[in-house]
């Protein structure tokens, strides 16, 4: 069974960029799409950006602009790269894949995002 691990977290003033990394244990084209989501607290888990396997991207409104998904199927590494950051941007961020084979979903354990003067 493949397994994600976030990494890249931290904590960072407004306006600053941080890069998260979501490594998996497996080939990452065996996942017909991978994405970011996060999570605030008392908030739902939302998603911010995904990847297909064709190298297309879509992004929450929110992320456009300031966010960029991408991948490194080298690597089996999908990262976000994340500028301009805002305090509403603190969160728990989640990678998630999506298999090809049986469209299930995998989950890493989340990394947290802390924007903050």
């Known amino acids: 069974q493949v397994q994600l691990v976030e990494s890249g977290g931290g904590l960072v003033q407004p306006g600053g960029s941080l890069r998260l990394s979501c490594a998996a244990s497996g080939s990452i084209l065996s996942f017909t799409a991978m994405g970011w989501y996060r999570q605030a607290p008392g908030k739902q888990r939302e998603l911010v950006a995904r990847?297909?396997?064709?190298?297309?991207?879509t992004y929450a409104d929110s992320a456009k602009g300031r966010f960029t998904i991408s991948r490194d199927n080298a690597k089996n590494t999908v990262y976000l790269q994340m500028n301009s950051l805002k305090p509403e941007d603190t969160a728990v961020y989640y990678c998630?894949?999506?298999?090809?084979?049986?469209?299930?979903?995998?989950w890493g354990q989340g990394t947290q995002v802390t924007v903050s003067s």
């Open positions: 998630n894949g999506i298999a090809v084979v049986n469209l299930g979903e995998y």
């Open positions: 990847i297909f396997s064709s190298g297309s991207t």
